[in-house]
């Protein structure tokens, strides 16, 4: 071993004792007649010592020893006169007689240390020296130990790993497959599982009632802020389960990290919301429920009163910002500006001021009458000092332009607290969801998801009206995972495949494999999957998914390290029987 200790172990009681620690050189100072050296390594750093008086070919030695440098360092553990309490070993240092170079490095392309100077390109660049530093560490493992902790959970509850694989035959699930040339069979492909969800369900049929693993996941979608085309899922899966039975299993399993990993308790169970729920009060199927600020539909209220904008609205519907009614001008022309931008693309803004002594003021005073305006009040429980911000227009575009505006307003007024974390289940999922461009019905979910038992009757007359038993885990407005009760028969599957669009031929040959299992005893099943990366952001306090990954892709999906995507050679081309169209 080049070591006997790690550069973050050693504590005063270690006083006297010679000890070799390995590391890299975090930084090294010349005072006077000493030179002190930070010697770092995943568990620490450690102050190392050279006196000029005591050996002064030693101390020459040190300080040619640049930033980086890997050594190893054997001396005297030895009480600091001056201590560091921000370090754990900041009570001691070594007193080094022997060094020994294992490796030089050159000057790094930024500082390793908590703060770096190095921008977010340079860093992914060289993601081997980016994760020397603590904040990465840190994530790392932090991320390791929610992995442990979640075996640990699911073991205890007779889950069991089963690994499936990568190579599958292309299945849509709702995203692109990424796809791999077959060499042996040429022009054939396998694809890059979007989830093991057809796998999992085959494992129930064969018996396996409770599976659970922590797999990759590939979906190659459009780029969009913080996706990563491979991303990690907590993936599980069980037998002879009802709704209730899955949701339990897994808040114990939400409940089971908190705990462990961050010593907080939930001591109420997660609430649950409907999804249309949801959308009335929250614009939003992931409802962040850190604050209130619901939406109130005022169509009634406000409509009829000759206010064109209104009163061909659809849907008219507004927020309370509490204690918001002295804003400036100016600070309701900017959050004018921030509901017309093209992502939220609401055409403006609508606000009635409720002021501390008694005035109502309103941005449609000409329309409507003081008491019209304290109407408003009623239906939202605005009161003295209050704001109601007010948007119109279609309803379903109407009300997700307030979602972004509620957030937006959380933000503002610094009701989203990273430390603060409120958990839902939101349930009742529709089972289609409509493509205006492609005029044809999506499963919302998967095409596996079962319709509730009593909405099944309408998946050929009425398939808009159908509620699938599904749902999502949603914790600060972040959807963390999501799952269903499958289908577990074959005539119902079948209905399903045709409601989406597929015929006979074409579901047969896309999952003949599955509906072929099923006329072999399927037991009731259903499962969720989780995602580790926004699980371990979210506990990380992380804003990206980037910083919870060894080695991710950029927001351009690409491996900037590797360079990759790349080209391949000619020659791997032609064993593929590949022809690149230029
Ligand atoms: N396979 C699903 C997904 O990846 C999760 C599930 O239904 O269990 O979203």
New binding site residues.
Partial sequence: MYRTHTCGELRLGDQGKTVTLSGWIQRSRDLGGMTFIDLRDRYGITQLVFNMDTDAALCNEARKLGREFVISATGMVNERSNKNTKMPTGDIEIRVNKIQVLSVSQTPPFTIEDESDGGDELRMKYRYLDLRRGPLKNNLLLRHRMAFETRNYLNSQQFIEVETPVLIKSTP?GARDFVVPSRIYPGQFYALP????TF?QLLMVAGYDRYMQIVK?FRDEDLRADRQPEFT?I???MSYVHQEDVLNVFEGMIRHLFKAVKGIEFNEPFPRMTYSEAMEKYGSDKPDLRFGMQINDLTGTLQGKGFSVFDTAEYIGGIVAAGCAEYTLRQLDDLTDFVKKPQIGAKGLIYIRFGIDGSIKSSVDKFYSTEELLRTAGVTDAGKGDLILILAGEKASTLKALNSLRLEMGNRLGLSRKDSFKPLWVVDFPLFEWNEAEKRYYAM??PF?SPKTEDAQYLESDPARVRANAYDCVINGVELG???IRIHDEQLQKRMFRALGFTETEAEHQFGFLLGAFRYGAPPHG???FGLDRLVSMFAGEDSIRDVIAFPKNNAARDVMADCPSDISDAQLKELSIRIQK
């Fill in positions: 699930e979007q989830s093991p969800q999992k996941c899922q993936d599980c899966e979910h998967h998801t999501g799952g269903s499962g969720i999957a």
